[in-house]
């Protein structure tokens, strides 16, 4: 089992895509729990708080105020078990693939993308596969990165390759789409929309359904993924393989036409 991840508020700030001056402001407002302990004078807090942040953050862009999230924050929690309603906001906001990232100085980035490396990088920004923090950029996915440097030494372009992520990437939020509204409209169906749940039972299940949602989710994609492409790769290597060998018939009668 994997050691509780610990941050320092840098660090939890960073991990979230806010400032240390919003999560001090969140932690006086009340919209953060305390922190898990102390490292000298320096807070520490832990995954929970950054899952609390990225609630705040998707309310935040709902429109709602922070004053408005405290009370929903408040009025929800009133009189319910801290460790149900922790586990139902990691079902919620935990991100599904772990992230892994690699951090470079802006000055040394070329020597990873190229000479291109400004645009690749603004890109990859588009993509949030890349984040830019001053003088530094910080890559969101090691494994990625790391098979398009892989994939480049076969001499396909980079450029090329994170394109072609983005039409996958394209096609994937598609089939999240349908996935997580699949989710909502149980939801909907069984308790009428704006529904949360109230008792220990509720949140319980709740947290489940969630939680075998992302397996299914994720077990179906990955399947479904390799067994289309054992079919599409049969059907292209046979299209391939079937012009190649008319071009090798056509190289034959070439080369005996000149004897004749």
């Not at 922190?35 to 998707?58: F, N, Q, T």
């Not at 906001?93 to 040394?108: G, M």
């Not at 397996?215 to 391939?240: C, I, K, N, P, Q």
Request: net charge negative.
């Amino acid at each position: 089992m994997n050691a509780p991840v610990e941050y320092r508020i840098d660090d939890l700030a960073r991990a979230a895509g806010t400032t240390t001056r919003n999560v001090r402001a969140y932690q006086e407002r009340g919209l953060l729990p305390p922190p898990v302990g102390k490292d000298g004078r320096a807070s520490i807090y832990g995954d929970v708080h950054l899952e609390r942040l990225r609630l705040i953050d998707a309310l935040l862009q709902r429109g709602f105020t922070t004053a408005h999230i405290g009370d929903f924050i408040t009025s929800w929690e009133t009189g319910k078990d801290l460790s149900e309603i922790l586990g139902l906001q990691h079902a919620v906001t935990a991100p599904w693939a772990p992230e892994e990232t690699f951090e470079v100085s802006r000055e040394l980035i070329g020597t990873i993308l190229g000479t291109d490396s400004d645009e690749l990088v603004q890109r990859l920004c588009e993509m949030k596969l890349v984040r830019i923090d001053g003088d530094t950029v910080t890559f969101t996915d090691t494994q990625l990165l790391a098979s398009f440097a892989e994939l480049h030494e076969y001499g396909l372009e980079l450029r090329t390759l994170i394109e072609i992520y983005a039409k996958v990437a394209d096609r994937i939020d598609d089939i999240t789409g349908i996935l997580i509204t699949a989710a909502k409209e149980h939801i909907v169906d069984e308790h009428g929309p704006g529904w949360l749940p109230e008792t220990s039972t509720e949140i319980a299940d709740t947290t489940t359904m969630l939680e075998k949602m992302r397996e299914l989710a994720v077990a179906s994609v990955h399947s479904t993924l390799a067994r289309s492409l054992d079919v599409t790769l049969r059907r292209e290597l046979g299209d391939y393989l079937a012009t190649a060998a008319e071009r090798e018939r056509a190289r034959a009668n070439d080369s005996v036409r000149p004897g004749e």
